[in-house]
């Protein structure tokens, strides 16, 4: 190490942990005379505390001491002639090779202090000021220790820092001063005596500062209001940019010498070193928090991926080994510790769960376009293209990240679940919608056939059964004033079969299918008047749903075996025609349509003889068990003109007879005969008995 009487000049940056740096501290804290060997000794040390080569150099690029090869400059004293080169990161030594660049320029100054003698204050006060500025971190609080330290080298009164923004300079430290407006000052080049100094970026000071006419008259009263009457400034320097002034005013009546001015010079030097290393350790801390919180931020994402994994997989495998949607929001319910909630697509809970002895706080429906709200996601699930309903999470024990981000994963599960049971649900509507077809249409050995396979799928065909026969009369029209396309018209034609299904809430159409716009439904035990009232309800809940379609029915008669479906198809086919060109109702009843019933009848199928035993079957019957003379006394009625009195007459009974007998016909046949309309019927079928009737088997004799 050089020889030479050393002074302490720097209290040097000391690092923890760090051994190889205490030589080079020792080093910092002393003022060798021999320059040279001073540079010999911090290439040593500064090479020992990196691991690898460093070398000094001047501001030509002239190795002073080190090693000789080119290699980056690392650092560089402020007035840039001296530098460390080496390769590669120091980390956190940078600050301390900083201190060590900025201590070799001191030493390298022709005007620094000589050695010999005690310390003298401008020395402590450098010392000091290197020490303080060198390892404060704050950017405000160097330029608080700058200005506090300038302040009492200069014998000053007032001292400020200013630094450039853009196109002109701002005070951003400042002590000492008496008015407030003096801490707040802004300069533009030319203005003041730091004006001055951003312009010709050279020192500048004055002796009388309220009489000197070298700077502009901008801050005068300012000056005047802070009693100033000589000032100095100096330009701060970063690596040859300007960036700020240094400067001092006193209130007193004296001048700043030359040796002020250079006193100013150092201190400006290592003032700039101190905020370049104050930002640079700001910019490092911010990378660090960053870095930091990227690490955070990543090791929550990992943790999220991997439960949300887990969840996943726990669905999957929920959903692949059959379970339905109530297995599904039992294991997201578990998973996450929140309450979970399907709905349908008219709004209605299909499936719940809340976790533990917590009670489900969900609503028991939910509009059809449900929107996410704080600590509530909804998300639509869907099947075969189609919206067929939501999901709900409410926020439990999971974080609302993770909510989030499984959101969308329990909606697919449930779509997955709703698929299953979707193609499960289709391969038996498959399998009914074939036997609906046998049954109706098929060969007597496909009907035997039929009916197997129908007890087999759960489907009771017992009692009296009716075929409901419907037609969708305007979709084509509606599409086209809709504007629809193929597929959306395809897609109400289903939703209009759901809704006949939908309607019959007990069961009573045990077999329902659709072929284009017919509609066709099997129904056990449904008398006339809950036929009518079934095909009035399919109609309003249609209608509600696409208020311009238009449904008409056709009903069959009651048939006991559903071997004679095909016969009730007919019949409902029948009944449907008349309605199509009777119009006035929704639904017509086959045995309600009298002769309408023969007319629109095929003609290889006339059905005469049905409507005279459904007409006169119950009165040839009666007269034959009972000797009675019910169908001559109808004959007789009609032959008077439906009148009692005449019938009466004719037949030699009492007109409280006649009216006994006309009250036994209705009970037997239905048959209201003070109605126009069964008048018409029953004189109708009693035409064709007689027709029908032959010699040989007469009908009894008169009586």
């Not at 801050?219 to 802070?226: D, I």
């Not at 095909?535 to 509600?544: E, F, Q, R």
């Not at 006649?658 to 035409?687: K, N, P």
Request: net charge negative.
């Amino acid at each position: 190490m050089a020889t030479a009487e050393r002074v302490a000049v720097l209290a040097p940056i000391v690092i923890d942990g760090e051994p190889a740096a205490e030589p080079l501290a020792t080093l910092l804290g002393t003022q060798p005379v021999d320059v040279a060997g001073a540079a010999a000794d911090l290439a040593g040390l500064a090479a020992a505390l990196l691991g690898r080569p460093v070398s000094v150099v001047d501001a030509a690029s002239g190795v002073l001491a080190g090693d000789s090869r080119s290699m980056p400059r690392q650092v560089v004293a402020p007035d840039g002639t001296v530098a460390l080169c080496w390769t590669g990161d120091a980390g956190r030594r940078h600050p301390m090779l900083t201190q060590a660049c900025v201590w070799l320029a001191l030493l390298r100054r022709p005007d620094r202090p000589a050695p010999a003698g005690p310390a003298e204050p401008e020395s402590e006060a450098v010392r000091e000021v290197v020490q303080q500025l060198l390892s404060v971190r704050d950017v405000d609080q160097v330029l608080t220790s700058i200005a506090e330290r300038t302040l009492r080298v200069l014998d000053a009164d007032i001292c400020g820092v200013m630094l450039r923004e853009g196109d002109l300079v701002r005070m951003r430290a400042c002590v000492g001063n008496r008015v407030a407006e003096t801490a707040r000052l802004r300069m533009r080049r030319g203005q003041g005596l730091a004006g001055l100094v951003f312009d010709t970026g050279r020192p500048a000071k004055v002796d009388t500062y309220l009489e000197d006419r070298t700077i502009s008259p901008d801050f005068m009263s300012l000056a005047a209001k802070e009693e100033t009457r000589s000032a100095l400034a100096v330009p701060l320097r970063l690596h040859g940019e300007f960036i700020g002034v240094l400067e001092v005013w006193r209130r007193r009546p004296s001048m700043f010498t030359g040796a002020d001015e250079r006193r100013m010079v150092v201190l400006a030097d290592i003032a700039t070193v101190a905020i370049d290393n104050a930002r640079l350790h700001d910019e490092q801390a911010a990378a660090t928090a960053e870095a930091e919180q990227a690490r955070d931020a990543l090791q929550r994402q990992v943790a999220l991926l991997d439960r949300s994994s887990r969840l996943q997989q726990s669905l999957l495998t929920t959903v692949i080994e059959g379970g339905g949607l109530p297995a599904v929001v039992h294991a997201v319910a578990s998973e996450l510790g929140c309450e979970v909630g399907v709905y349908g697509p008219d709004g209605a809970m299909i499936a719940s769960h809340a976790p533990g002895p917590l009670e489900l706080s969900l609503p028991a429906r939910l509009p059809a376009r449900g929107r996410s709200v704080a600590g509530r996601w909804v998300r639509p699930v869907y099947a075969d293209g189609d919206q067929v309903g939501q999901v709900v999470l409410v926020l439990g024990e999971a974080t609302a990240e993770l909510m989030e981000a499984v959101a969308g994963q329990v909606a697919m599960a449930c779509s997955l679940a709703l698929l299953r049971e979707r193609a499960a649900s289709r391969a038996r509507a498959q399998a009914v919608d074939q036997v609906l077809w046998d049954l109706l249409q098929g060969p007597v050995e496909h009907r035997v056939a039929a009916r197997t396979r129908a007890q087999q799928l759960g489907i009771t065909l017992h009692g009296a059964l009716r075929v409901l026969h419907g037609r969708i009369e305007n979709v084509e029209e509606v599409a086209a004033e809709q504007g629809w396309d193929t597929s959306h018209t395809d897609k109400v034609r289903r939703g209009i079969l759901r809704a006949v299904r939908g309607v019959d809430e007990t069961r009573r159409l045990p077999l329902t299918g659709m072929r284009g716009d017919l509609l066709v439904a099997v129904a056990a035990e449904l008398s006339r008047a809950a036929a009518k009232d079934l095909a009035a309800a399919t109609c309003a809940a249609i209608h509600a749903e696409w208020p311009g379609l238009r449904l008409t029915w056709g009903i069959s008669r009651e048939h006991p075996n559903p071997i004679e479906l095909p016969t009730a198809l007919s019949e409902a086919e029948t009944a449907l025609a008349a309605a199509r060109r009777l119009g006035g109702r929704n639904a017509f009843l086959y045995e309600e349509l009298g002769i309408v019933r023969l007319l629109l009848g095929s003609g290889n199928d006339p059905d005469l003889q049905t409507f005279i035993d459904e007409m006169t079957g119950p009165l040839v019957a009666y007269d034959r068990e009972n000797d009675g003379a019910l169908i001559r006394t109808l004959r007789a009625f009609f032959d008077a003109d439906c009148s009692q009195r005449v019938a009466a007459e004719r037949l030699f009974v009492h007109h409280k007879t006649l009216r006994y007998r006309l009250e036994r016909i209705r009970q037997l046949t239905g048959l209201d005969l003070s109605r126009h309309e069964d008048r018409m019927r029953a004189d109708f079928a009693l035409r064709l008995l007689q027709i029908n009737q032959t010699a040989d088997d007469g009908a009894a004799p008169a009586r």
